[in-house]
């Protein structure tokens, strides 16, 4: 599932390619994403809050992707509607962009909302660590809309 | 300074190169930086919204870097802290983002409690329009500290 993901990312969201992002773990329960420090350097030699951003966005919407493939239901798109950023601290090296399964309260909800208008929303956070404390806290809203063919 | 401010994004943040950021328009009212549909497509073949908030987080950068460059005070650098973006049409184009000067009263606020303290925030909004409408509606809290040294 992991190289799958990745090519997927790099075929259809190339710029993942240029940021070098990296599959490091996927399950149902969580998914964690890695760049290198280099592709996502700045001005201050620490990594640019846009690909702090990015790769904790594409973290959540892998870990819904996994889940969402999971049901074997109808076809479905996600889109990305709103995302909250709290950068606590620089990030000098090569990170990764943790995001776990949320509550499992929260995802029946979000469930059954989908199967009963064929939309829903669910709020989604990824962290990034570094040197033993969380550097970024991402919270990230998105929908599932059941299509008629698969993206 | 649009050249200028082009050559320092590509040099000192490579990831803007791959995203094909060019600066549009720039001044200390104003700040228009522009990028491609392809480099920043995704899966639905809508703009990635990780390219998104990255262009419009430096469209707001790049106005507070100008405003206080003018200030011709100490050296500076400039951190963000939090960004919050909604998300609102999806952008199936080439896209700008563009961020303009806030409230005097505010940038007046900034400045002062930036020299008694050496340090202060400000919130910065930026828009990405789309067929007639704003598609992304984005708002950053960058920090300005003056330094040692220029960054």
Redesign the interface.
């Known amino acids: 599932m992991k190289e799958e993901l990745e090519t997927?990312l790099y075929q259809?969201?190339?710029?993942t390619q240029?940021?070098g992002i990296q599959v490091k773990q996927i399950s149902k329960e969580k998914v964690i994403l890695s760049a290198p420090f280099a592709?996502?350097?700045?001005?201050?030699r620490t990594v640019?809050?846009?690909?702090l951003?990015?790769?904790a966005?594409?973290a959540c919407w892998s870990l819904l992707y996994v889940n969402l493939k999971e049901l074997k239901t109808l076809p479905f798109?996600i889109?990305?509607?709103?995302?909250?950023?709290?950068?606590q601290a620089?990030v000098d090296s090569d990170f990764e962009a943790e995001c776990r399964f949320p509550e499992e309260k929260e995802w029946q909800r979000f469930i059954k909302m989908l199967y009963l208008k064929g939309k829903a929303r669910i709020s989604l956070s990824a962290q990034i660590d570094h040197q033993g404390r969380v550097a970024v806290d991402y919270q990230g809203v998105f929908a599932a809309i059941f299509v008629d063919s698969s993206?």
């Open positions: 997927y259809h969201i190339p710029i240029a940021m592709n996502n350097i700045n001005h201050k640019f809050g846009g690909s951003h990015a790769v966005t594409l798109q889109v990305i509607t709103k995302s909250e950023v709290d950068y620089p993206t």
